[in-house]
């Protein structure tokens, strides 16, 4: 095996949970639901980590338990954490949050005709992105 995921030793050949680190795992996920930063929820739980290790590590799916690994987190806390996170994500960007965001993605746009005016394709790139005047 390449890597073993922080909260699991291998023993025998098989996956162990190692409880002090699923602990900690546990730990970050609660106070994160509880209402502190990723950051700060980590920092209680005793480890240091960036934001994105933290979210990294709450997300990988392993950690629900499948025919290796033997799970750490329930469903429910995985769903409760993603779900706030989705929520606090939204919030930052400015949007209001929903439970099924639905993401639209412009496809039509109005533009004059392109004509080719450099020969260095970057360069006629984003001449013709200079000439889209709105989306329909």
Known sequence: MKHTPYGYDIVGGKAVVNEEQADI????CSNYLSGMSMTAAAKDAGVTMTHSREKHLLQNKRYLGDDFYPPILTEELAQAF????????????GIRYRRNMDIQIP???KMSRVISKYT?????????????????
Request: hydrophobic fraction near 45%; charge should be neutral.
């Open 25 to 28: 795992i546990r730990k970050i």
């Open 82 to 93: 993603e779900t706030e996170r989705l929520k606090r994500d939204a919030v930052y960007k």
């Open 107 to 109: 496809v039509a746009f």
């Open 120 to 136: 260095d394709p970057v360069k006629q790139a984003e001449f013709a992105y200079a000439l889209i005047e709105s989306e329909v």
